[in-house]
């Protein structure tokens, strides 16, 4: 089993990894995402992304996509820890910065060292300190 984290929150999956790749099931990976394989494309919604002509096989397989690969072509952020099985699939700045404006943090999920999962929502009303870190 492997865990994805996404916008949507933490999720176990039966998944395919290939190095960089994440293969999901593909009603799996519509499931956890939104992002639904069309003909077009990759589709939310009315929104489309066409898979690359002659770079298919890196995005969809018979049955699964490779949403790893699919989530770096959108130039979104992926992050994974082969040791823990566990995936992230975060969101581009552009899509941040708007909520940012807002003065809020954005609501997230995160497991705690011993696995307990936390949502910023449960803890609305009280006071909370946010500890972030980044390497750049």
């Known amino acids: ?19 960089d790749g994440l ?3 593909v009603a799996e990976a519509e499931r956890l995402t939104g992002w639904e394989l069309k003909p077009e494309g990759f589709c939310y919604g009315p929104v ?8 298919e096989a890196e995005f969809v397989a018979p049955g ?9 072509h959108m130039r979104k952020p992926v992050l994974h820890d082969d040791a823990r099985e566990v995936w992230m ?4 700045a552009n899509s941040r910065s708007y909520e940012m404006l807002s003065l809020e943090a954005p609501d997230f999920t995160l497991p705690d060292l011993d696995g307990t999962v936390h949502r910023l929502s449960d803890y609305r ?12």
């Not at 489309?48 to 770079?55: E, L, N, Q, T």
């Not at 699964?64 to 770096?72: P, S, T």
């Open 1 to 19: 089993m492997t865990t994805l984290l996404t916008q949507s929150g933490p999720a176990e999956v039966e998944a395919r990894t290939d190095g």
């Open 23 to 25: 293969w999901l099931d």
């Open 48 to 55: 489309c992304i066409p898979v690359p002509p002659g770079r």
């Open 64 to 72: 699964a996509v490779n949403l790893a690969g699919f989530w770096r």
């Open 89 to 92: 699939l975060g969101e581009d």
């Open 125 to 136: 009303g009280k006071r909370v300190l946010l500890v972030t870190w980044a390497s750049w």
